[in-house]
């Protein structure tokens, strides 16, 4: 099980691990994953200076937390959304 944080910090730099601000968003985290829309099919990773620093056209966010419904024993949810990029 992990933790989910957002780390707020008023500069962009290439340190993204250091600095800012670190606040507790969820403590029953089961699970985190990424795909990308490469135009033609989903792919598990992304380089972009693989990729010629191109960004992908979609990315596919998927989250599963342990969560109580009403009086039931704790279990997994999985929660998916797709963010697209405009072109």
Do not use: C, Q, S
């Not at 962009?12 to 099919?41: M, Q, S, T």
């Not at 419904?69 to 797709?82: H, I, K, L, Y």
């Amino acid at each position: 099980m992990a933790i989910l944080y957002r780390r707020e910090d008023l500069f962009v730099d290439r340190e993204p691990l250091k600095g800012g601000r670190l606040v507790e968003l969820y403590d029953r985290v089961a699970g985190f994953d990424l795909r990308f829309w490469d135009g033609e099919k989903w792919v598990k990773d992304w380089n972009n200076r693989r990729d010629g620093g191109k960004l992908p056209r979609a990315v596919e966010v998927e989250l599963r937390l342990l969560v109580h419904e009403r009086g039931d024993p704790e279990r997994a949810r999985t929660f998916v959304m797709a963010v697209t990029y405009p072109r």
